[in-house]
């Protein structure tokens, strides 16, 4: 029996007893490149890496697990250790890795554990390795009712690609043409342990209650309700393809790779179905999360604004600003205190913003520490060739540095003096000293 790992139809297959079977077909219509696993230890990726591991075609490609461990149950190491076991069971490699979660994120725990998840996915990955991921037929239906409940479009709403690019290699869902009871079969079946997160049972996290709560419902008073599902998920992900081959030749043109800004009145000009998943794009090549309906509409409520205004639109996540005809994005910047200061000799020093102020040749201490400090209004400089002292807010204005990098500006003095900003301006005394330790001032902003 021959099954697509991409299907989206009205009668799935169900793999259960011969998973290994499905697997290797997959497998033979896929170039030969290195498997890694994405080994939770629950039941899904128990399934999963256990039917690979039957397969020599995937121990041939270098077949090995990545466990997360997020750190956020009291069994999170305990979880790391029953993968290990498994997969030494399998005489097969298991890496732990990590994830730094914040806690405190205003998109909430589950959404940031995610986000966590996927960076640690990507600093593992091998490059031209591919990462599987054990997402089912189930998690699709869920997916794409999650994303319609938030208002998404065609891209949103035609669920998870069976394959992108993630990092240096490739993301790969070859299940999700698989219910998750066949897989359940398939563990009863071979009678293999798992683990179950209690989390899953939380109704208060939105994909368990609609589990739990929503779908068996949709299901008992709509039967064909999954099937239906997924049968528009297919049709919405034919359209947001058709559209990606109208809106990627207008991003390449209106993106500049240099500083990872958006042209406004370029993306302005585009019509709506062309304008939005531009946008999400563009935000995901900078791993930031796209916004909600509500959102956009504020976004472009600010393109209207005043030009010497300078909007900014926040969600959680993400700061967008409009500058110079412009879109401009990046993660929210940490709280800075303005009497922020510290010794510095030259030796690398990461700044409040999460940028780093160092030297540009590496090993060399300054003969004595200068102090760093931040912008706290009114300072003045008299850049090396200028006849004037000037302003720093006329300087930054004219070398148009981008306003949310101004105030997280590393500032060098020499006892009270000003001797330099950043690598951007120094004077003559600044000159002096850096020239006679044979370097510069090296700034990299946080944003």
């Known amino acids: 029996m021959t099954f697509n790992s ?11 007893d011969c998973l290994p079977a499905y697997l290797d ?12 696993v994405a080994f939770s230890g629950g039941p899904d990726s128990t399934a999963l890496l256990h039917a690979l591991a039957q397969l020599p075609g995937a ?89 319609l409940l938030r208002g998404g479009g065609p891209e949103s709403l035609g669920g998870m690609r069976a394959q992108r690019a993630l990092g240096k290699g490739q993301l790969w869902r070859p299940l999700l043409a698989i219910s998750g009871a066949s897989l359940r079969r398939y563990l009863l079946a071979l009678q293999l342990d798992y683990i179950i997160d209690p989390s899953n049972a939380d109704t208060r996290l939105s994909r368990n209650y609609l589990r739990q709560q929503i779908l ?72 930031l999360p796209a916004p909600t309906s509500a959102q956009r509409q504020q976004i472009q409520k600010q393109c209207q604004a005043r030009s010497d205004r300078l909007p900014c639109i926040r969600w959680h996540g993400t700061e967008i600003h409009i ?28 700044l409040p913003d ?32 200028d006849a004037h002292t000037r302003r720093l807010r006329k300087l930054f204005q004219q070398a148009s540095l981008p306003p949310w990098q101004r105030h997280a500006c590393p500032l060098i003095y020499a006892g009270e003096e000003l001797v330099a900003v950043a690598d951007l301006w120094i004077n003559e005394r600044g000159e002096a000293l850096f020239r006679e330790a044979t370097c510069h001032p090296k700034w990299q902003p946080g944003n």
């Open 354 to 385: 999460g940028g780093y102020l160092s030297l540009n040749r590496s090993g060399v201490r300054l003969e004595a520490p200068l102090s760093v400090r931040l912008r706290r209004g009114g300072e003045r400089i008299k850049p090396i060739g």
């Open 323 to 350: 500058w110079k005809n412009r879109l401009w994005a990046h993660s929210p910047l940490p709280p800075i205190a303005r009497n922020w200061q510290c010794s510095w000799q030259g030796e690398t020093l990461q």
């Open 59 to 147: 121990r041939h490609c270098g077949l090995r697990a990545l466990h997360i461990n997020h750190g956020l149950h009291a069994d999170s190491a305990n979880w790391a250790i029953h993968c290990q076991h498994v997969c030494a069971g399998l005489n097969m490699h298991c890496t732990v890795s990590r994830a730094q979660v914040n806690q405190q994120s205003s998109e909430g725990l589950e959404a940031a554990a995610r986000r966590a998840r996927y960076q640690a996915f990507e600093q593992a990955l091998a490059k031209d390795e591919w990462l599987l991921l054990a997402h089912h037929r189930d998690d699709q239906i869920e997916t794409v009712l999650l994303k």
């Open 216 to 287: 068996p419902r949709l299901n008992s008073h709509w039967p064909q309700a999954t099937d239906s599902i997924l049968h528009s998920a297919m049709h919405c992900r034919n359209a947001a393809d058709a559209l990606r081959m109208q809106w990627l030749p207008a991003f390449e043109s209106l993106y500049n790779a240099e500083d990872g800004s958006l042209s406004l009145s370029g993306w302005l000009a585009l019509v709506s179905a062309l304008r939005e998943p531009l946008l999400d794009h563009w935000l995901y090549s900078h791993h």
């Open 6 to 16: 991409t299907y989206h139809g009205d009668k799935p297959p169900e793999a259960g």
């Open 25 to 36: 077909n997959c497998l033979q219509s896929m170039p030969r490149v290195s498997l890694c």
